[in-house]
């Protein structure tokens, strides 16, 4: 099984007017595929936060797939 590293961020501006890609919450999911990966972030992230979709909280959803260590 693959890993992968699931991050969710929000966009907010700074005090000089640019914005600011800001992580909300960051998992490493095994899974078999980066989709399967993202839903199951997606089902954590909503019930550490309380909520009932991600989008609430967040602005993207980002999966990139972890390297696996040399044998």
């Known amino acids: 099984m693959r890993t992968f590293l699931v991050k969710f961020h929000k966009t ?4 000089r007017g640019y914005d600011r890609q800001i992580i909300q919450q960051q998992s490493i999911v095994p899974a078999s595929y980066g989709e399967a990966a993202a839903d199951a972030a997606k089902t954590m992230f909503c019930r550490a ?3 009932v979709d991600w989008r609430l909280r967040a602005d993207t959803c980002e999966v990139v797939e972890m390297a696996e260590p040399a044998a």
């Open 12 to 15: 907010v501006s700074d005090g």
């Open 49 to 51: 936060a309380s909520i």
